[in-house]
């Protein structure tokens, strides 16, 4: 065959890759045409799995059934000399080769002779395609570059599913949040709306009490105990109503670095009074962003606060500012040396009352992470106990 051939075959299939969402089908196409190209009695392709180390058969042609349902191949032996040899394998006698895990099969088939051609993946190999030859024949170089083309393609149309259904899964898991985000917030709403006027009574009646006994006894002491209670329920009333007010943000054109450096004024007496050093690496050429002030303000205050908390005394907290060329997205991050956030947990801190302080409310993130929704951003967290914690805000350039 001539190389026109070969260069229009691959053309077809690397077209195939970039248009057809269906990798199966691009896989199938990729077995049939290297097997009629190089006139094979079949081809097979098998992708490994990464969490059984095995084989598996992914598209195959021109072989027949009982063969192919021998099952799955373990790969160490397999993929371990394709990574050495960095190209094609070709295996001369099957019946000689300890690659081949049913020679008797393979020989019942008719098949004498075989070809390994690994696909690579950077340069880790993600599977392989295996040729099969009904009697023992030399390959030229046009030959080899061809089915080595090939098998590139199909490593190319694996990645791009793989990548696929990452981010498909990504959408689900922020789909399912903020959905579960809004109901939490209207049941919030209406539970704060219900408590706020008990407690406004319980307040009432114990304050002037509170004035009426002598001073010094246990009543006196009880009352204040009820006060100072009721107040912090109030408080945490109040984060709610806040949390479920759909409140539009009210956007003007704004420095995020001046917001930074005003929310880390106000804050200046936490980090002091914890001794935590506070390191600040802010982008100065920031362009203006539409952002509503107050809200990006407790956006930052919410992740500070959380971060001095999780750092406690003599730890570190680093603020940084920089825009994301790619994106055009102005990109903060709050990162600090803490006691980082456990895997079973990650997933749960932006949920409204997700709170593994004994004083916590749990609302500090769901707020944040509604606020930074309202203006059209991402909010990220990356931790692992033991390892610093970074909350990452994105917000777009308008
Ligand atoms: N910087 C951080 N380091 C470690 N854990 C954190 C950090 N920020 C948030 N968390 C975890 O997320 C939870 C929820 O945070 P948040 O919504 O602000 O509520 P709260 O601070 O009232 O607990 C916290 O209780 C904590 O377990
Ligand atoms: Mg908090």
Excluded: W
């Amino acid at each position: 065959m001539n190389i026109e051939t070969y260069y229009r075959i691959f053309r077809y299939i690397s077209t195939s890759v970039h248009s057809s969402t269906d990798v199966n089908e691009v896989l199938g196409l990729a077995v049939k045409s290297v097997t009629e190209a190089v006139h094979a009695k079949g081809a097979l392709l098998r992708i490994l799995n990464l969490g059984t180390h095995q084989l598996e058969l992914n598209a195959a042609y021109g072989l027949n059934e009982c063969y192919l349902s021998k099952g799955h191949v373990s790969s160490q032996e397999v993929i371990a000399e394709l990574c050495k040899q960095n190209k094609v394998v070709v295996i001369e006698d099957v019946l000689a080769s300890s690659r081949v895990q049913y020679p008797q099969a393979a020989r019942e088939q008719g098949i004498k002779m075989m070809m390994d051609v690994p696909l690579f993946l950077g340069d880790h190999v993600v599977g392989i395609v295996r040729i099969f030859f009904s009697e023992q024949r030399k390959f030229s170089e046009e030959e080899i570059n061809f089915l080595v083309s090939i098998s590139e393609q199909c490593a190319i149309a694996i990645e791009k599913t793989r990548l696929i259904e990452k981010h498909k899964s990504m959408y689900d898991h922020l789909a399912l949040q903020t959905e579960k985000l809004s109901a939490l917030g209207r049941m919030a709403a209406g539970i704060a709306h219900e408590i706020n006027n008990p407690l406004g009574g319980i307040l009432l009646y114990s304050s002037s009490l509170a004035k009426k006994v002598p001073p010094g006894g246990p009543l006196k002491e009880g009352l204040e105990i009820i006060i100072h209670e009721a107040m912090r329920c109030k408080n945490i009333i109040q984060d709610l109503l806040e949390f479920s007010r759909e409140k539009e943000p009210e956007k003007t054109f704004a420095n995020i670095n001046q917001i930074i450096r005003k929310t880390l004024g106000m804050l200046e007496n936490e980090f002091r009074l914890h001794h935590i050093k506070l390191e600040t690496h802010l982008f100065e050429e920031m362009p203006n962003i539409l952002v509503d002030v107050n809200q990006m303000q407790q956006v930052l205050v919410n992740l500070l606060l959380n971060a001095i908390e999780a750092v406690q005394d003599q730890g570190l907290v680093s603020i940084r500012s920089q825009i994301d060329p790619p994106q055009k997205n102005v990109k903060v991050e709050i990162s600090d040396s803490g006691c980082g956030i456990s895997p079973e947990n990650i997933g749960k801190v932006f949920e409204p009352f997700f709170t593994t302080k004994s004083k916590g409310t749990g609302l500090g993130l769901a707020v944040t992470f509604r606020i930074v929704q309202n203006h059209k951003g991402n909010l990220h967290v990356f931790s692992r106990p033991g390892e610093r914690t970074r909350f990452t805000i994105e917000l777009p350039v308008a």
